[in-house]
């Protein structure tokens, strides 16, 4: 089983930073893509940012230019640098690890259980 924690979420005024976490841990043989989503009330769930094991990176146009997503394969983590944080930006941030857990297995997806990001003065 693999488990997926985030974490950095908090509050922060318009135009201030956070950097959240995602670690993936427990059976991983391989992690082929990590990806931060985020769901604002009332809202679809939305991809953010991912990168694959070849490091393949996509970003959502509404955060381009403004975050970073980086991965550590030596730490199965990822990480979403975001700054100049507007309002439009509150949400529940979600990590997203495609992984296989054994050499033998096919890729299975898992998620995390979200972490809360408030944008506001």
């Known amino acids: 089983q693999v488990q997926v924690v985030e974490s950095g979420g908090g509050l922060v005024q318009p135009g201030g930073s956070l950097r959240l976490s995602c670690a993936a841990s427990g059976r991983i043989f391989s992690i082929v893509y990590m990806g931060w989503y985020r769901q604002a009330p009332g809202k679809q769930r939305e991809l953010v940012a991912s990168v694959t094991t070849g490091s393949s990176i996509n970003y959502a146009d509404s955060v381009k230019g403004r975050f970073t997503i980086s991965r550590d394969d030596a730490k199965n983590t990822a990480y979403l640098q975001m700054n100049n944080l507007k309002p439009e930006d509150t949400a529940v941030y979600y990590c997203?690890?495609?992984?296989?857990?054994?050499?033998?297995?096919?890729?299975?997806?898992?998620w995390g259980q979200g972490t809360q990001v408030t944008v506001s003065s």
């Open positions: 997203n690890v495609l992984a296989r857990p054994r050499i033998t297995s096919t890729s299975e997806n898992y």
